[in-house]
């Protein structure tokens, strides 16, 4: 599977279970499921139009916005989250949107398909604003598919917020690679600058502190999941990477490397990183899997005395 099909797949399986759990949640009428995927939609909105930026109007401190959730800084589409599809729903709406800042008003259902309706609400708009209703298939189809950075955003970002919250029963921890983990203890006590350094005398500062940076923004994102899901991730692709490291070092002849030579082996390790987890996410829970935390996971390996590009850091 490739990265732009992975990112797709997280797409569509968030949007599955949105739209399963909106239709079970409404037939019990709880629809306290719009509240929660607000700031959601806000952070998607705002992924897919780069040129405005949307914010959630119930968490502003000022304005009463009755009738609408999401509202953009240029003050053209405001937005209602609902997983009502009743004409009464949207008349109500309507009728209540009083503050006419917004130049377009959306109610965007959480839905796959929107409802047909014989008739508009043009009584009611009056021709103040535009109207219109938006359902999941209006926003695949604006997805960016084509931006894989930003695929791979918003891939994380549903990621987050729906998939990592939904009750797994056949799904567990990696029990075992978290139990090794625990055993590891390598004797390689360089650090990523030390290992880059001893490796070659030709690798430049500015590089370094790039990794270094690398290595603190992945530790930022890797702090919000628990420490069970990361050690269990880091064992994983800890010995993956060993076995990598064997084979580079069995076929490289002594001597200095060069930059390109040492960052071709930290894009094979995360090639090993990203194909071990997406195989072993088929069976446990592992909510982190695109390539760029995994690369940063790499480097704070090699940081942490894991990994390193010679013979010294092979663990035994």
């Given at each position: 599977m490739?990265e732009?099909?992975?990112?797709?797949?997280?797409?569509l399986?968030a949007?599955?279970?949105?739209?399963k759990?909106?239709?079970l949640?409404?037939?019990?009428?709880?629809?306290?499921i719009?509240?929660?995927?607000?700031?959601?939609?806000?952070?998607?909105?705002?992924?897919?139009?780069?040129?405005?930026?949307f914010?959630?109007?119930?968490?502003e401190?000022?304005g009463?916005?009755?009738?609408?959730?999401?509202?953009?800084?240029?003050n053209?589409?405001?937005?209602?989250?609902?997983?009502t599809?009743?004409r009464k729903k949207?008349?109500?709406?309507?009728?209540?949107?009083?503050?006419?800042?917004?130049?377009?008003?959306?109610?965007l259902?959480?839905?796959i398909?929107?409802?047909?309706?014989?008739?508009?609400f043009?009584?009611?708009?009056k021709?103040?604003?535009?109207f219109e209703?938006?359902?999941?298939?209006?926003?695949?189809?604006?997805m960016?598919?084509?931006?894989?950075?930003?695929?791979?955003?918003?891939?994380e970002?549903?990621?987050?917020?729906?998939i990592?919250n939904?009750?797994?029963i056949?799904?567990?921890?990696?029990?075992?690679?978290?139990?090794?983990?625990?055993?590891?203890?390598?004797?390689?006590?360089?650090n990523i600058?030390?290992?880059?350094?001893?490796?070659s005398?030709?690798?430049?500062?500015?590089?370094i502190?790039k990794?270094?940076?690398?290595?603190?923004?992945g530790?930022?994102?890797?702090?919000r999941?628990?420490e069970?899901?990361i050690?269990?991730?880091k064992?994983?692709i800890?010995e993956?990477?060993q076995?990598?490291?064997?084979?580079?070092?069995?076929n490289?002849?002594?001597?200095?490397?060069s930059t390109i030579?040492?960052?071709?082996l930290i894009?094979?390790?995360?090639?090993?990183a990203?194909?071990?987890i997406?195989?072993?996410?088929q069976?446990?829970?592992?909510?982190l899997?695109?390539r760029?935390?995994?690369?940063?996971v790499?480097?704070a390996?090699i940081d942490?005395?894991?990994?390193?590009?010679?013979?010294?850091?092979?663990?035994?």
């Amino acid at each position: 599977m490739s990265e732009r099909d992975y990112h797709k797949k997280i797409i569509l399986d968030a949007f599955t279970h949105l739209v399963k759990k909106v239709e079970l949640s409404s037939s019990l009428n709880l629809h306290d499921i719009n509240i929660n995927t607000e700031d959601t939609f806000c952070e998607l909105l705002n992924f897919i139009y780069t040129d405005r930026k949307f914010k959630n109007l119930n968490s502003e401190l000022e304005g009463n916005y009755t009738a609408i959730d999401l509202g953009d800084d240029k003050n053209d589409i405001a937005i209602q989250v609902t997983s009502t599809i009743k004409r009464k729903k949207v008349v109500e709406t309507l009728n209540k949107y009083k503050n006419e800042d917004y130049a377009k008003v959306v109610i965007l259902y959480c839905r796959i398909k929107k409802p047909k309706r014989n008739t508009g609400f043009e009584e009611i708009i009056k021709d103040k604003f535009e109207f219109e209703e938006w359902d999941l298939s209006k926003l695949l189809n604006i997805m960016p598919f084509s931006n894989l950075n930003r695929l791979g955003e918003i891939s994380e970002l549903l990621n987050r917020d729906i998939i990592s919250n939904i009750p797994d029963i056949i799904k567990k921890d990696d029990l075992t690679a978290i139990e090794e983990w625990e055993k590891t203890n390598p004797t390689d006590i360089r650090n990523i600058t030390d290992k880059l350094k001893s490796a070659s005398s030709t690798v430049k500062e500015v590089r370094i502190k790039k990794y270094c940076r690398d290595i603190a923004s992945g530790k930022v994102e890797l702090s919000r999941h628990s420490e069970r899901v990361i050690s269990a991730m880091k064992y994983r692709i800890f010995e993956v990477c060993q076995d990598e490291l064997i084979d580079f070092v069995e076929n490289q002849d002594d001597g200095e490397l060069s930059t390109i030579e040492l960052t071709a082996l930290i894009e094979r390790y995360t090639e090993r990183a990203f194909k071990i987890i997406e195989d072993k996410s088929q069976d446990y829970i592992y909510p982190l899997r695109n390539r760029d935390i995994l690369r940063k996971v790499v480097l704070a390996l090699i940081d942490e005395c894991y990994l390193s590009f010679d013979e010294e850091g092979i663990y035994t």
